[in-house]
């Protein structure tokens, strides 16, 4: 019997979320399916397909900026793909990827249409984005076979703006290779503050140096990980602020969890977020996390247990919760440790690939497809 066929869609190749996800996801499909990853541009995602045994497919139009002119040209990309790897599954993640990506599957007879929504694009942005976003998912959404929420708050904002159905629409958290952390383990001073994420909205990195800017001198270290648009942005701030000496823009980097290890608070300051992996990834580092009471992220962190939740764009609030962290190192220990158990317990990278195994197998099953899961795998369905 032939192995089925996954091609798995995805905007970028590039550091972020939606690729951790993919990554994760690699190593139990390319066992049981010919899997084929497509994105634009270099990035670990690239090497993650190829380490997990999977072809990786580079794009050359489909980006994430809004183009009629170069989205009709990847459209026609993907279609062609799609025709040529002649997959039984498209999965797309990533906002642009998904729309053109549920689309040229349609067009190419693709039976089974799945997207991943890591944060729907209409509720980042604003304006004419937001509304082409929003009509553009509406349009989509006849297509799609099954669409993965991350969260069940994406699922519920989904449903409510019709760019998901009830009926069709299943939420699988994120999760962590728990095996692959190693924990906290930084015991110098001052305690260090580590923020992960794309220097772009929605992420608010101006919001966390105003924070920081509120701690007493000398009571800290941060290091902000990332690159991006708003990088002259946050130097002209750190600059004003007077911090440039104590903050640390790192840049992108890829050895994220030996940065966490060497940490002592993680933070995350975001305007919108689907469920952050970078907060999961903290949690398994047993750190305290303080982040943006937006999205999901209530759903991972537990207020006064694994961490603290403050409202975005306030400073003053969040500035707060982090000088009491600052100045309280039992609290620190405590709430990462609570971190690190909920992680095991409740985002384990195992029940993640298992619930993806089971919604491929059922609808496989559904069409009289092949499919190389055991049926014992359909009896604990995605929820």
């Known amino acids: 019997m032939r192995r089925p066929r ?14 951790t996800y993919v990554a994760a996801l690699l190593p139990a499909l390319t066992e049981r399916f010919d899997v084929a990853v497509a994105a634009h541009g270099p990035g670990p995602l690239q090497f993650a397909a190829e380490e997990a045994g999977a072809r990786f497919i580079p794009l050359e139009h489909v980006r994430r900026p809004i183009n009629p002119w170069r989205d009709l040209i990847g459209f026609v990309e993907l ?23 549920r ?5 190419a007879g693709v039976p089974i249409r799945i997207f991943t929504v890591h944060g729907w694009a209409f509720a980042a942005y604003s304006g004419v984005v937001s509304r082409l976003y929003r009509w553009a998912d509406r349009f989509v959404r006849p297509l799609t076979t099954v669409t993965v929420c991350v969260a069940e708050h994406e699922r519920a904002i989904g449903i409510r703006a019709g760019t998901c159905t009830a009926e069709r629409t299943v939420v699988i958290h994120n999760a962590v290779a728990l095996e692959d952390a190693p924990r906290a383990r930084h015991e110098g001073a001052p305690p260090v503050l580590v923020s992960v994420g794309r220097l772009q909205a929605p992420k608010d990195f101006i919001t966390l140096t105003r924070a920081l800017g509120r701690l007493k001198a000398g009571s800290f270290e941060a290091v902000i990980v990332g690159d991006g648009p708003d990088r002259p942005a946050v130097e002209a701030e750190l600059q004003r602020l007077g911090l440039q000496d104590r903050v640390r823009l790192a840049g992108e980097r890829y050895d994220i969890p030996e940065l966490l290890a060497q940490s002592d608070v993680f933070v995350l300051s975001s305007l919108s977020e689907g469920l952050p992996v970078s907060v999961l990834e903290a949690m398994a580092a047993e750190l305290p996390v303080v982040a943006s009471r937006v999205g ?8 006064g247990r694994t961490g603290f939740l403050v409202p975005p764009e306030d400073p003053a609030a969040l500035g707060g919760v982090l000088q009491r962290l600052v100045e309280d190192g039992e609290l620190r220990r405590r709430l990462g440790a609570a971190g690190r158990v909920r992680a095991e317990t409740q985002f384990n990278v195992n029940a993640f690939r298992r619930a993806h195994l089971d919604l491929y197998a059922a609808e496989l099953a559904r069409r009289r497809l092949p499919t190389p899961i055991p049926a014992a795998a359909l009896t604990n369905p995605p929820h």
Do not use: F, M, N, Y
């Not at 689309?103 to 067009?107: E, G, P």
């Open 6 to 19: 996954v091609l798995l869609l995805i905007t970028l190749a590039e550091v972020g979320g939606a690729q």
């Open 79 to 101: 279609v062609r793909l799609v025709r040529r790897e002649r997959p039984d599954i498209v999965h797309a993640s990533s906002s642009k990827a998904g729309i053109l990506g």
């Open 103 to 107: 689309l040229a599957a349609h067009v």
């Open 296 to 303: 999901g992220v209530p759903e991972l962190v537990v207020e």
